[in-house]
């Protein structure tokens, strides 16, 4: 303790003692990021040595990706325009791995003002972040097939209508049903049931690139989003996949009349109107693909016929409670 001031250095033993002990990181830091002291959870929590930190900076062990937002407010910091800051930014452990910080800085100034050091304080953040990532997984996710459910289908294909605009590019929009699914059911029972879907969306996954999408919407309904594909080369890609699908077997079920897909296709172009159009087209497509005998591929124009709008009109509700469920 300085006697004048009152103050405590952190390299007071007694003071040093009582933050070696906090669950918190604490630590000085230099004006330039040098870490002058620091105490062991900050070691703990980035993988280093108190020692082995003395010869690095801040700058060295943060995450490229958030270095720039940090670098910003520490110029404020020195420069006065903040008293201090908060930031949660991720941080490059010794070992290569990632963990995020939640980070207070505040600024220690010497007799004249003068920036003298930084007072750094460190919450480990990552399992928080991981609960987040887990629980928005959940939300974006259906539980049984683990494939992007609905919500998550209409955000993608919200993107892919602003790409189709921004770029001028065409992508495929496909509904798929599974045909004789609820005799499955009916037959072999629920869980017998859920695993012919488990196994169902294992192909399809199979089937389409890794920058493409496959969901399920519930039931025996699926939704797909080949990007940057025209209706013609997603025929044939959504041909291989009716294949796979009429191909799967489970177990001593094998005897079952194998479960089959119906898929309407619809363009997703520079003029669609909307989102909404663009599943209703694919929605009647799908239907027309049940009308033909089931277990086909139906391709649905760019707008629809008159007299397929009158007959189809039902359709077109299926598709918009799809959307809006």
């Given at each position: 303790?300085?006697?004048?001031?009152?103050?405590?250095?952190?390299?007071?033993?007694?003071?040093?003692?009582?933050?070696?002990?906090?669950?918190?990181?604490?630590?000085?830091?230099?004006?330039?990021?040098?870490?002058?002291?620091?105490?062991?959870?900050?070691?703990?929590?980035?993988?280093?040595?108190?020692?082995?930190?003395?010869?690095?900076?801040?700058?060295?062990?943060?995450?490229?990706?958030?270095?720039?937002?940090?670098?910003?407010?520490?110029?404020?910091?020195?420069?006065?325009?903040?008293?201090?800051?908060?930031?949660?930014?991720?941080?490059?452990?010794?070992?290569?791995?990632?963990?995020?910080?939640?980070?207070?800085?505040?600024?220690?100034?010497?007799?004249?003002?003068?920036?003298?050091?930084?007072?750094?304080?460190?919450?480990?953040?990552?399992?928080?972040?991981?609960?987040?990532?887990?629980?928005?997984?959940?939300?974006?996710?259906?539980?049984?097939?683990?494939?992007?459910?609905?919500?998550?289908?209409?955000?993608?294909?919200?993107?892919a209508l602003e790409s189709a605009r921004r770029t001028g590019k065409e992508h495929c929009l496909c509904f798929m049903d599974l045909d004789g699914f609820k005799a499955v059911n009916d037959t072999a029972g629920h869980e017998y049931g859920d695993m012919v879907l488990v196994a169902v969306s294992r192909e399809l996954e199979k089937s389409i690139r890794s920058g493409d999408q496959v969901a399920r919407f519930g039931g025996d309904e699926f939704g797909i989003i080949l990007f940057d594909c025209g209706v013609e080369t997603g025929?044939?890609?959504?041909?291989?996949?009716?294949?796979r699908v009429s191909a799967v077997t489970i177990g001593r079920n094998r005897n079952l009349d194998p479960v089959t897909a119906s898929i309407g296709v619809a363009a997703i172009t520079p003029t669609t109107a909307s989102a909404r159009d663009a599943l209703r087209r694919a929605d009647l497509a799908c239907y027309e693909a049940k009308r033909a005998g089931r277990n086909v591929v139906r391709v649905h124009g760019a707008s629809v016929p008159p007299s397929n709008v009158i007959g189809f009109q039902g359709r077109g509700s299926a598709a918009s409670s799809r959307l809006s469920a």
């Amino acid at each position: 303790m300085d006697a004048d001031t009152g103050e405590c250095s952190f390299g007071d033993g007694f003071y040093q003692s009582l933050l070696n002990d906090s669950p918190v990181g604490f630590a000085l830091v230099s004006t330039d990021g040098r870490w002058l002291r620091v105490n062991r959870a900050i070691s703990r929590l980035l993988g280093y040595s108190p020692e082995e930190l003395s010869k690095l900076n801040f700058q060295k062990l943060t995450h490229p990706d958030d270095l720039e937002a940090d670098l910003q407010l520490v110029d404020d910091l020195i420069a006065g325009r903040r008293e201090n800051y908060r930031l949660e930014k991720r941080y490059v452990r010794k070992d290569g791995s990632i963990v995020w910080g939640l980070l207070s800085v505040s600024m220690s100034r010497d007799e004249r003002g003068r920036p003298a050091h930084f007072i750094s304080q460190i919450v480990d953040m990552t399992d928080v972040r991981e609960i987040q990532r887990e629980l928005e997984h959940k939300a974006l996710h259906d539980p049984l097939t683990g494939l992007p459910n609905r919500r998550k289908f209409q955000m993608t294909l919200t993107e892919a209508l602003e790409s189709a605009r921004r770029t001028g590019k065409e992508h495929c929009l496909c509904f798929m049903d599974l045909d004789g699914f609820k005799a499955v059911n009916d037959t072999a029972g629920h869980e017998y049931g859920d695993m012919v879907l488990v196994a169902v969306s294992r192909e399809l996954e199979k089937s389409i690139r890794s920058g493409d999408q496959v969901a399920r919407f519930g039931g025996d309904e699926f939704g797909i989003i080949l990007f940057d594909c025209g209706v013609e080369t997603g025929r044939v890609i959504l041909e291989r996949l009716r294949k796979r699908v009429s191909a799967v077997t489970i177990g001593r079920n094998r005897n079952l009349d194998p479960v089959t897909a119906s898929i309407g296709v619809a363009a997703i172009t520079p003029t669609t109107a909307s989102a909404r159009d663009a599943l209703r087209r694919a929605d009647l497509a799908c239907y027309e693909a049940k009308r033909a005998g089931r277990n086909v591929v139906r391709v649905h124009g760019a707008s629809v016929p008159p007299s397929n709008v009158i007959g189809f009109q039902g359709r077109g509700s299926a598709a918009s409670s799809r959307l809006s469920a």
